[in-house]
């Protein structure tokens, strides 16, 4: 799994109280991603980064925001949770481009 | 948009059998990778095929990747109950700046 884990494993909120999520790995990898994965939707990008403090959008960002201070650790905030947050959440690295990408264990989020 | 899309959606097979699972895409690549999800798990790297290859081997599985019917083609060879998962595969696009495009995953059910 390429050291990756992601706090919390499992989380109920509530409508519109922020939320984040961590993900930390011990690699030494230098991007990093969350993707969200619903029922017929397969994995969606919501946003990554390639370095230090350089993040950009992927294809879901909308209501979501990242944040990366250090190599090893990847914010994902969700400012305002909303009921179509409810998915798992997965981080991954990859340590250059172009190569494989290793993917965390997932959060289970629940928004109600 | 979904640029990878695989096909079947599911697959059930006898132990013993080969699975076969293919994957379509739209635009040019740099490489197309294959992912394997166990129930509950996160996504596990199997194989990447890079633009300019046309077949690669790793153990049972062999992968093709035909550019000019922006079509692959993953092959596990004598299947194991164990084999029992999601696959997925990710498209990394020209100009992609390191993201990958998962498709929506093929369900493959191997019965003992």
């Known amino acids: 799994d390429a050291g990756i884990t992601q706090s919390p494993r499992h989380k109920v909120t509530e409508t519109g109280t922020p939320v984040t999520l961590r993900c930390h790995q011990t690699?030494?990898?230098?991007?990093m991603y969350w993707y969200r994965q619903d029922p017929g939707h397969g994995l969606r990008l919501i946003h990554y980064s390639y370095g230090v403090k350089d993040t950009d959008k992927g294809e879901v960002s909308d209501g979501y925001s990242v944040s990366r201070s250090k190599t090893e650790d990847f914010l994902l905030t969700l400012e305002s949770a909303t009921s179509s947050q409810t998915s798992v959440y997965f981080c991954a690295t990859q340590v250059d481009s172009p190569y494989e990408q290793y993917f965390g264990p997932g959060t289970r989020l629940t928004v109600t | 948009s979904q640029q990878g899309e695989e096909d079947p959606q599911a697959l059930s097979i006898q132990e013993g059998e080969n699975a076969t699972m293919n994957c379509s895409y739209k635009t040019s690549i740099n490489n197309l990778q294959w992912y394997r999800q166990n129930s509950g798990r996160g996504l596990v790297h199997l194989i990447l095929i890079r633009s300019n290859e046309r077949e690669k081997h790793s153990g049972r599985l062999r992968v093709t990747l035909d550019t000019s019917k922006k079509s692959s083609s993953l092959l596990i060879t004598a299947s194991r109950a164990a084999d029992t998962a999601s696959y997925f595969c990710?498209?990394?696009?020209?100009?992609?700046?390191?993201?990958?495009?998962f498709g929506k995953g093929i369900t493959l059910s191997v019965r003992p």
């Open positions: 690699e030494n990898h230098r991007y």
């Open positions: 990710a498209t990394d696009l020209t100009g992609a700046n390191s993201k990958l495009t």
